[in-house]
């Protein structure tokens, strides 16, 4: 809240917030999992995205305009065995940005979220080998997106030419997404 309030009052409001910051946790299955990692990952990729939004939605909302881009993943729609607690975080995510999306819908401020496949990013020394040979195997394209991919979409969905979009989620998935 005071780094939004700091920067509304530096440059005369907030335009647009990328909300991307996330951690993956174990990659083990269920049965395995620690609670106290579950919480930690839910802990940043839910409550951490929770907080920015609600921070930025004030000044967004005093100016009349906004684009809040969360960035989820397509585990977040089709889960990834043993990565229950960032897919179920990720899923989240959805479900928050669709809901915010139609509460702000004739505030000026639209919410949108992306869903990237796998991106080869810092996460991946979060992840064992395996789980990232699993990964690319449900990649019809047979690779990895790649962070200027990611980076334009997340762009138009930050700009003023995304109008009339709100509380939707965009695939970038290498043609994995199945919904």
Not at 127 to 146: A, N, V, Y
């Amino acid at each position: 809240e005071a780094a939004a309030a700091r920067t509304a009052e530096a440059f005369g409001g907030i335009d647009v917030l990328v909300c991307s910051a996330g951690i993956t946790g174990p990659t083990v299955p269920v049965a395995d999992f620690p609670v106290k990692e579950f919480r930690d990952v839910f802990a940043i990729n839910v409550f951490g995205l929770f907080h920015c939004n609600k921070a930025v939605v004030p000044a967004m909302l005093k100016g009349g305009y906004g684009r809040i881009v969360n960035i989820a993943s397509i585990a977040g729609k089709e889960g990834n065995p043993n990565a229950s607690a960032y897919s179920a975080s990720k899923a989240a995510v959805i479900g928050f940005t669709k809901s915010l999306g139609k509460e702000l819908a004739t505030s000026g401020v639209l919410v949108n979220a992306v869903t990237p496949a796998a991106v080869r990013t810092p996460i991946f020394d979060q992840m064992p080998q395996s789980h990232i040979d699993f990964m690319l195997s449900k990649i019809p394209m047979g690779r990895f997106g790649t962070v200027d991919e990611i980076a334009a979409l997340v762009t138009w969905a930050a700009s003023e030419d995304c109008g009339f979009t709100t509380g939707s989620v965009f695939d970038a998935s290498g043609g994995r997404a199945t919904y």
